[in-house]
């Protein structure tokens, strides 16, 4: 016989209520009462925002750090072997070839980089128009200023390690060190005849007479531009880190000995060349234009001024030089006025 479905009793259905004011004052007051038993220790985990930590936080360094020890250094020359410097063991200095805007002699820069291959520096002999320069409108922040009294270099003044940091309200926050020689660069020096502000001093580049020696620091995510007070403390941090103290012991190590220079040969229709810090094609050019200039204003074999910054003294026409007529020996002798730059047109036998 079936059961009669109708007779049997609906099932309840059970709603889920939210507790009541009452209830959560109830929970409130356990907690509180548990927080009261723990010595609350509960509430900041419960209410971190109400509660922020107590814990001191850890202080930032106070003492400068140490460069790494003799035996970890090796010292690097440039190609011309006029120069050279310091670096750490583990780190990598690359020459970067010149292009028409890098160098006014077209001569390379040379990359120093880190065991993680992070460029920390670069080395320009005289560095061109297409150097990279501080934003108009920028703000400099001296942050750390170490002497360098034993560089030596084409230039006077005072030598020194200068860190600051450059802010702009629409760009990138940068943290550069570099040498500066504490005077304002001539436009005749600086690149592209544009003198920088600061007159090389400040921002970037920052030059110590004609070159640059000069690199930046990881600022990470606190290089923008809405977070200059976070990469302003990270700056002044900077100056105690192990990275610091190691790139400052190298930019104080260079040194300039032309006596060492090797000259790399460059080949003419009727001269070889023997050349330092300036390529062949300029050499060519500038030894071409001095030759008509000679023949034009010049037939005492005095001192030809050349595109206002090179020097040259030539053999006067028909005359001997070092004691050897005309077709023999030298013919002429180019330097860079206020810069590393020098030729040697010798007859080819």
């Known amino acids: 016989m079936e059961r009669n479905r109708s007779s049997e009793r609906p099932r309840r259905v059970r709603r889920r209520t939210r507790p009541s004011r009452g209830r959560l004052a109830v929970a409130g007051l356990a907690l509180l009462t548990t927080a009261a038993l723990t010595g609350c220790e509960v509430l900041p985990e419960v209410f971190p925002k109400a509660f922020p930590s107590t814990e001191a936080s850890e202080a930032p360094p106070s003492v400068r750090a140490t460069p790494a020890a003799e035996g970890e250094w090796k010292q690097v020359t440039t190609q011309a072997g006029d120069m050279s410097f310091a670096v750490r063991a583990d780190w990598t200095v690359l020459p970067v070839p010149a292009n028409q805007t890098s160098s006014t002699t077209g001569i390379p820069a040379y990359e120093v980089l880190d065991s993680e291959d992070r460029v920390l520096a670069t080395l320009q002999q ?6 990279r320069t501080a934003l108009p409108g920028s703000t400099f922040t001296p942050v750390d200023t170490v002497p360098a009294p034993d560089v030596t270099y084409l230039g006077a003044g005072d030598t020194a390690v200068v860190l600051d940091l450059t802010t702009h309200p629409n760009a990138d926050s940068v943290l550069s060190y570099g040498l500066t020689n504490g005077t304002e660069v001539t436009t005749a020096v600086a690149p592209g005849g544009h003198v920088p502000l600061g007159g090389g001093v400040r ?26 007070e976070d990469a302003l403390a990270l700056a002044e941090q900077y100056v105690f880190t192990q990275e610091y103290a190691d790139v400052v012991h190298m930019l104080q190590s260079l040194r300039y000995h032309p006596e060492r220079a090797t000259p790399a040969e460059c080949d003419g229709a009727a001269f070889r060349f023997e050349t330092v810090n300036v390529d062949c094609d300029s050499v060519l050019d500038i030894y071409h234009t001095a030759r008509i200039a000679q023949e034009i204003d010049a037939r005492t074999g005095s001192l030809v001024r050349v595109r206002d910054r090179w020097l040259c003294r030539l053999k006067e026409l028909g005359a001997e030089l070092d004691g050897l007529p005309p077709g023999y020996g030298i013919d002429g002798k180019c330097r860079l006025e206020d810069g590393y730059g020098t030729f040697t047109a010798l007859w080819k036998e």
Not at 205 to 226: E, H, N, V, Y
């Open 203 to 228: 921002g970037y580049p920052k030059l110590a007479g004609p070159l640059f020696f000069q690199g930046r620091a990881d600022l990470g995510a606190d290089d923008s531009p809405t977070r200059q």
């Open 126 to 131: 005289n560095p061109g128009r297409g150097t």
